[in-house]
Every structure is written in structure tokens, then in C-alpha cells.
């Protein structure tokens, strides 16, 4: 099994800062990376898939990148509306998650 | 438009069984794949398995044991049962179509 080591678990930034989380692969996913977006009580939202391709919909202040077993994903500009936990899934082999970063208004 | 939701029991006792329906419209279960999601109050989320599009499926392999996934496709439903509850399985229990179109998931706890 794939395991996704996700970091840092939280984050707290002020409004119009840039923040960026890392996961990192137990092997090579070959780019088959995606990252979600989930406010509470809320299903979780695709923003990027397949390390650096924007969803539909999805802000241009989202990015990720990477290769290998190392990947970023980066909020540029933080806006109130960002607030939520985010989290990276691998599914280069099946799927496995991140255990998720939690960010907060500083 | 896809939508799926989730149906099932909210309480379950320890050792027993769950069983939880997904109904899924506006796509063809023979068309795409349905994934079973949890999320543990407070903490992160576990895929729990597929059902492809052909019928096959994958577990992860922590649930492989205790873990079965269903569909009837004349009725556009998928079922997850799941045996010998503890309560660290109190949850809540998600279906999404490609990890991309999600339902809104539905709570289980587990206790007696």
C-alpha cells in the first residue's frame, strides 16, 4: 500500500498570505496526485488532479506541483473563503489520502 | 445532473453489521466507478473501496477483511456492508462517483 505523508496537520495564515502544504509518497506516484478542498460538514471539493491541473471552477490562487514522491500544493493570495481543511490523495494504486492540513485565519 | 445520496441506519450496535445504500442519478453505474469514503468525527478520510464500472471491486486492504461493496444497476444503487463494528468504525460514511462528484454522507454511529 501507498502511503501519503502529509504536512504540516495545520496552518495559520493571515488573509493574502501564501501557503503551501507537502505530501510526500511511500513510492513514486508518478504524478497522479490530487488535492481537495473540505469546509465542515461539507463533502469534499476536487480543486487540482494529476498534480497541477486546475478543476473547473477552481481559483488560479490554487497550484500544486512535484514529481516522484514530492508534492506542494499553494494557496497564493489566502482569502476568507480558503478557510477549511485540505487534503492530497494518491492514485497512482488504488487511492490513498493524506491525513490533511487544517487552515486557519491567523 | 449526477447526484448520489446516502441511506442507512444512524445507530449500530458493536459486533454487528452495516449496510449502507448509495442511489446515484443523472449517470450509468456501467459507465463510472463508485468510491465509499469515512471520515471518523474530528479526523481525515479513508477511502474504503470501489466498484468499477465492470462490476470489479477494490478494498483497502485495512477493511478488505470486514468489507463488501455491491451495485444493482437496474436500480442505480451501490451497497457497502461492513461486519463485526467496533466503534472506532463510527463515522461518516461518503459515496462519490471518481472521488470528483460526492454525496453528502451520511453519519453512523456505533454503540450499544
Known amino acids: 500500500d501507498i502511503q501519503m505523508t502529509q504536512s504540516p496537520p495545520s496552518l495559520s495564515a493571515s488573509l493574502g498570505d501564501k501557503v503551501t502544504i507537502t505530501c510526500q509518497a511511500s513510492q513514486n506516484i508518478n504524478k497522479y496526485i490530487a488535492w481537495y478542498q473540505q469546509k465542515p460538514g461539507k463533502a469534499p471539493r476536487l480543486l487540482i488532479r494529476?498534480?497541477?491541473t486546475l478543476e473547473s471552477g477552481t481559483p488560479s490562487r490554487f497550484s500544486g506541483s512535484g514529481s516522484g514522491r514530492d508534492y506542494s500544493f499553494s494557496i497564493s493570495n489566502v482569502e476568507s473563503e480558503d478557510i477549511a481543511s485540505y487534503y492530497c490523495l494518491q492514485y497512482v494504486n488504488l487511492y490513498t489520502f493524506g491525513a490533511g492540513t487544517k487552515l486557519e485565519l491567523k | 445532473q449526477v447526484q448520489l445520496k446516502e441511506s442507512g441506519p444512524g445507530l449500530v450496535q458493536p459486533s454487528e453489521t452495516l449496510s449502507l445504500t448509495c442511489t446515484v442519478s443523472?449517470?450509468?453505474?456501467?459507465?463510472?466507478?463508485v468510491n465509499w469514503v469515512r471520515q471518523p468525527p474530528g479526523k481525515g478520510l479513508e477511502w474504503m473501496g470501489t466498484?468499477?464500472?465492470?462490476?470489479?471491486?477494490d478494498y483497502n486492504s485495512a477493511l478488505k477483511s470486514r468489507l463488501s461493496i455491491s451495485r444493482d444497476t437496474s436500480k442505480s444503487q451501490v451497497f457497502l456492508k461492513m461486519n463485526s463494528l467496533q466503534t472506532e468504525d463510527t463515522a461518516i460514511y461518503l459515496c462519490?462517483?471518481?472521488?470528483?462528484?460526492w454525496g453528502q454522507g451520511v453519519m453512523v454511529t456505533v454503540s450499544s
Open positions: 466498484i468499477w464500472n465492470d462490476g470489479s471491486t
Open positions: 494529476y498534480t497541477s
Open positions: 462519490a462517483r471518481q472521488l470528483r462528484d
Open positions: 443523472g449517470f450509468s453505474l456501467t459507465s463510472y466507478g
